[in-house]
């Protein structure tokens, strides 16, 4: 029997990344390069022009030796759902429907052949999470056999992002339907980055389900998302048991302080009870 979109149920695929963990190695981005073909030119050094999915910033808080700390922080897209499932702020200002909330899965896709460059999406985008291409791909010498072909290359004029890797979703899809499964296993979806990191430190799956590790660890009271206060509802926690980490990942107000050690799913019951 042919199977619809019926037959699957929606869920919420998330990552929770320990910062604690992250030592700045890059592995992560290297990973989705290779991974998602993504192009590099000669000259890096104007990281503005840059194109990547996923980045790894750096960090402190702004004290002296001894006291002084470092945090590394990964950042992919942060396939946000918007206070009311499905309405991320790339999406709702799209007017090629370029980009758009897949149901399903809860990632913000993208789609290289409706685009034509407008940039409204990376206008509204919160957290420059993606990127415009100024060039068309380049790759030197023989790099052109070792291409993912399971991904488009991006042609020079368009946006592009990152996708939580959606081809490895559809290949699992795949299998897990010649083998008659309508769920899959956590294991036979994970995006590059998540297993390319040498510390663990990055955990995909799925938000809403108790087998899967992301469920647990998105629970943490030291876990936060970046921006909160937007309403975003990103799909990207972060985990820190150091309070200044929490509050660099917002904007505070002078003598304001960040709700460290209550998480970001009682915090948003807290904000709930209060409306």
């Known amino acids: 029997m042919q199977k619809t979109p019926e037959h699957i149920k929606a869920k919420r695929y998330g990552m929770v990344i320990d910062l604690d963990k992250c030592i700045g190695c ?32 750096k960090i402190t808080n702004g004290k ?20 009311h499932e499905g309405h991320s702020p790339c999406v709702s200002v799209c007017p090629a429907t370029a980009t758009d909330y897949d149901w399903p899965t ?38 052109k ?29 795949d299998k897990a339907y010649l083998e ?15 297993v390319a990191c040498p510390t663990g430190a990055i955990v995909f799956g799925e938000l809403d389900n108790p087998d899967h590790a992301v469920h647990e660890l998105k629970q943490s009271k030291y876990a936060f998302r970046l921006l909160e206060k937007l309403n975003t509802n990103p799909k990207v926690y972060y985990l820190s048991t150091r309070k200044w980490v929490h509050r660099a990942g917002d904007n505070y107000l002078d003598g304001e302080e ?10 948003a019951q807290q904000h709930k009870e209060s409306h």
């Open 26 to 57: 890059g592995d992560c981005m290297v990973a989705c390069y290779a991974e998602n073909n993504i192009p590099f030119k000669e000259d890096e050094s104007d990281k503005m022009l840059s194109t990547n999915w996923i980045q790894v910033y």
């Open 106 to 143: 809860g990632i913000v896709s993208q789609i290289y052949t409706r685009c034509f460059g407008c940039r409204y999406c990376m206008a509204a985008c919160p957290y420059h999470a993606r990127k415009f291409n100024w060039w068309d791909p380049v790759w030197p010498a023989d790099m």
């Open 64 to 83: 002296p030796f001894p006291e002084t700390d470092i945090c590394y922080i990964p950042k992919p897209c942060m396939q946000c759902a918007g206070r």
């Open 258 to 267: 960040p709700d460290f050690g209550k998480g970001p799913d009682k915090k």
């Open 145 to 173: 056999k070792y291409l993912n072909p399971h991904v488009s290359p991006r042609m020079r004029g368009v946006v592009e992002k990152c996708t939580f890797c959606y081809h490895r979703y559809q290949q699992a899809r």
């Open 180 to 194: 008659d499964r309508d769920e899959l296993h956590e294991n036979e979806y994970q995006t590059a980055c998540a």
